[in-house]
């Protein structure tokens, strides 16, 4: 069975641009998880969606958003890039959401701002 | 709100020692807790669940118990080898509309020959 996969692996970019993270979950996953792991800060919860739908926020900018398409697959958008937002962005799936299914991760990608 | 407190680190232990790395957690309700592991370069893998109280998790050597009464869930390894090498992470989740893992900071284990 694959795994969640991520694309791309990394990606540089410079302040105020915008960059575009995709992920792909688990064959028969329909919940999408999206966290930040950014140094000195641990790992926070960014975006959760099911069945397409946004279903709960973290305590994030309105610049970070993202959707899901009918296949369950899932983009991450970051508007005006800052500085701080250089991190490794982790996605995740689980079988459902709302349940205690464990969440299964991807690799990340490592974004970079210039 | 809800939080995980994991011990600082990093853990440097030699081979075949006994591990010990504690998680305590602060949560209004009944959570699900979950240990994952972080390799250099990689995402996180889940290592081990518990659903409720008094629940065992256990893979690949590692254990942990939910205890309730102590709102802890510590991850222990009899006979630690050099690849578990690795960075720990202690998760809460609550079922629901919430639907968030809430990590700790992670500890960062180091085994030698």
């Known amino acids: 069975e694959a795994g969640v996969t991520q694309s791309p692996t990394h990606l540089i970019k410079t302040r105020g641009q915008q960059a575009t993270l995709r992920c792909s979950p688990i064959?028969?996953?329909?919940?999408v998880y999206w966290y930040q792991q950014a140094l000195g800060l641990g790992l926070q919860f960014l975006l959760w969606?099911?069945?397409?739908?946004?279903?709960n926020r973290g305590n994030f900018p309105p610049r970070f958003s993202g959707r899901q398409f009918p296949n369950y697959s899932s983009e991450l958008n970051v508007n005006a890039l800052e500085l701080e937002d250089s991190a490794l962005y982790l996605c995740?799936?689980?079988?459902?959401?709302?349940?205690?299914?464990?969440?299964?991760f991807g690799d990340g990608t490592r974004l970079s701002i210039l | 709100g809800d939080s995980v407190t994991q011990m600082e680190g990093p853990v440097t232990l030699s081979e075949e020692a006994f591990l010990t790395i504690n998680c305590t957690y602060t949560?209004?309700?009944?959570?699900?807790l979950f240990w994952y592991v972080q390799y250099p370069g990689e995402g996180l893998q889940l290592l081990l669940k518990?659903?409720?109280?008094?629940d065992k998790g256990s893979n690949k050597g590692f254990e942990a118990t939910y205890r309730k009464e102590t709102t802890s869930f510590h991850l222990e390894k009899g006979s630690v080898q050099v690849s578990d090498s690795a960075v720990y992470f202690c998760?809460?989740?609550?079922?629901?509309?919430?639907?968030?893992?809430?990590f700790g900071t992670g500890t960062r284990l180091q085994v030698t020959l």
């Open positions: 995740a799936s689980s079988p459902t959401g709302g349940s205690n299914q464990p969440q299964h």
């Open positions: 064959s028969g996953h329909t919940s």
């Open positions: 969606y099911d069945e397409g739908e946004e279903r």
């Open positions: 949560a209004t309700g009944y959570p699900s």
């Open positions: 518990a659903t409720k109280a008094d």
């Open positions: 998760a809460l989740l609550y079922t629901g509309t919430a639907s968030k893992l809430t």
